[in-house]
């Protein structure tokens, strides 16, 4: 199962991703390729927008596993906020879709 958390605390942003859906063969599980593209998403979207960072820590591990934890500057922490809110709507959207796949928790420290 695919486990996704995000939390944020001020200025200060946490996304986690962990496991694997297994809904389909390694390789071509669409599930994990979805969660995927949405955890590398933000990834990307932090490297686009570093001027909105002030300081990060980004754990890509290749095997089901995505840490970010940022702090970013004050005037822009709205931006960052929907930025992460399209993300974790998209993780809910397939948490809605496939329950026992993947599910999303409160706080980015709850994995």
Same mark, same amino acid.
Request: proline content about 3%; hydrophobic content about 40%; aromatic content about 12%.
């Given at each position: 199962?695919?486990?996704?958390?995000?939390?944020?605390?001020?200025?200060?942003?946490?996304? @986690?991703?962990?496991?694997?859906?297994?809904?389909?063969?390694?390789?071509?599980?669409?599930?994990?390729?979805?969660?995927?593209?949405?955890?590398?998403?933000?990834?990307?979207?932090?490297?686009?927008?570093?001027?909105?960072? @002030?300081?990060?820590?980004?754990?890509?591990?290749?095997?089901?596993?995505?840490?970010?934890?940022?702090?970013? @500057?004050?005037?822009?922490?709205?931006?960052?906020?929907?930025?992460?809110?399209?993300?974790?709507?998209?993780? @809910?959207?397939?948490?809605?879709?496939?329950?026992?796949?993947?599910?999303?928790?409160?706080?980015?420290?709850?994995?």
């Amino acid at each position: 199962m695919t486990f996704a958390a995000f939390g944020q605390n001020g200025n200060h942003f946490t996304m @986690r991703i962990d496991g694997h859906a297994e809904y389909g063969p390694h390789g071509s599980d669409i599930v994990c390729a979805a969660a995927s593209a949405l955890a590398y998403t933000m990834v990307r979207w932090m490297e686009d927008h570093s001027d909105y960072i @002030r300081a990060a820590d980004i754990y890509e591990y290749m095997n089901g596993y995505v840490s970010v934890n940022f702090d970013t @500057r004050p005037d822009r922490a709205a931006d960052v906020r929907i930025a992460m809110g399209v993300i974790e709507g998209g993780f @809910r959207l397939l948490a809605d879709r496939y329950p026992e796949h993947v599910a999303v928790r409160e706080g980015a420290g709850g994995l």
